[in-house]
């Protein structure tokens, strides 16, 4: 059964890069037809969607965190990552990462997710 | 367009039909998914596609859409069916994932 498990800092400072990583069991990353997905939830509100990443390395962004988000995959460690540059108390959330699964052209969805991991910006 | 839309909260009596509907113009051509979250958890899929429910769903969840608004129907609500009810899709230009505000769902 696939499982992912998301591991982090726990806290961050102001300004400076936050990083999570996204161990994957129970099934290979570089299977066919899905990508690899971050989405974030800040205490007490709604999900957004972050980012998403293949496995040959091709990605797709929110394009209202594009310019500070990087993710990237490494196969033979079965993870993917994300980081954050330039992050302020704005970006406090549960960071949760999930298999983006496409279904026809017209319909995709995220599953499993992981557990999610708290990150927290404060000085 | 970049937005879907939900009514922030939803009540329904102990085995009654709810219905939770997500608005956004990509609905006319992308469908929702529809995610259950309950306190402290992970969101869990309930629905994909135009009305596909993943293995262990109660059949009790489903799916529709009608124009530039998709729903979300429990159909005898229970109990453990309070929760937070999320749908995402693509926006219209298909380049991008949406998430709707969420539903908090309650069950009287």
């Known amino acids: 059964q696939l499982q992912l498990q998301e591991s982090g800092p726990g806290l961050v400072k102001p300004s400076e890069t936050l990083s999570v990583t996204c161990t994957v069991s129970?099934?290979?990353?570089?299977?066919?037809?899905?990508?690899w997905a971050w989405i974030r939830q800040p205490p007490g509100k709604g999900l957004e969607w972050i980012g998403s990443?293949?496995?040959?390395?091709?990605?797709y962004y929110n394009p209202s965190l594009k310019s500070r988000v990087t993710i990237s995959v490494d196969t033979s460690k079965k993870q993917f990552s994300l980081r954050l540059s330039s992050v302020t108390a704005a970006d406090t959330a549960v960071y949760y990462c999930?298999?983006?699964?496409?279904?026809?052209?017209?319909?995709?969805?995220?599953?499993?997710w992981g557990q999610g991991t708290l990150l927290t910006v404060s000085s | 367009s970049s937005e879907l839309t939900q009514d922030p909260a939803v009540s329904v009596a102990l085995g009654q039909t709810v219905r939770i509907t997500c608005q956004g113009d990509?609905?006319?051509?992308?469908?929702a998914s529809w995610y259950q979250q309950k306190p402290g958890q992970a969101p869990v899929v309930v629905i994909y596609?135009?009305?596909i429910r993943p293995s262990g769903i109660p059949d009790r969840f489903s799916g529709s859409t009608s124009g530039n608004t998709a729903s979300l129907t429990i159909t005898g609500a229970q109990a453990e069916d309070e929760a937070d009810y999320y749908c995402?899709?693509?926006?219209?230009?298909?380049?991008?994932?949406?998430f709707g505000g969420g539903t908090k769902l309650t069950v009287l």
């Open positions: 999930a298999r983006e699964v496409g279904g026809e052209w017209n319909y995709n969805w995220f599953d499993p």
């Open positions: 129970g099934d290979s990353i570089s299977t066919s037809s899905y990508y």
């Open positions: 990443i293949y496995s040959s390395g091709s990605s």
């Open positions: 990509s609905l006319r051509s992308y469908y």
């Open positions: 596609g135009k009305d």
């Open positions: 995402d899709s693509r926006d219209s230009s298909g380049s991008q994932v949406l």
